[in-house]
């Protein structure tokens, strides 16, 4: 059985709601997909489709472009923190299977 998607990741809000929820426009919610900050999944017709999380970046994107922040660097900032957070789970996982294999677990298939 796989890892259940939180409500928060679902791709299912348009973009229409989206700009409803963030105040933003349209056409600044493209340009964010554009400049590579969010991600939105698309239909079968081609519509795009935001989860909650999305929602929330935008407005923490939208927050930093208020400050001045450019693009680009809010980029850099994001791939950071996922290189981050990819090296934390990895030494979880590791310190995991350190912990199976000194206590003799082993990982159902």
Not at 39 to 44: H, L, N, T
Request: cysteine-free.
């Amino acid at each position: 059985m796989g890892k259940e998607i939180s409500y928060k990741d679902k791709k299912v809000i348009t973009i229409g709601i989206v700009r409803d929820l963030t105040g933003l426009s349209e056409r600044q919610i493209r340009y964010y997909e554009e400049r590579k900050l969010i991600f939105p999944e698309r239909s079968a017709g081609g519509s795009r489709k935001f989860s909650f999380s999305d929602v929330e970046l935008l407005m923490e994107i939208a927050n930093k472009i208020e400050d001045g922040i450019q693009t680009h660097d809010i980029r850099k900032e994001m791939l950071r923190e996922q290189k981050k957070h990819n090296e934390e789970q990895i030494r979880r996982q590791m310190i995991q299977g350190q912990l199976n294999a000194q206590f003799g677990l082993r990982k159902k298939l």
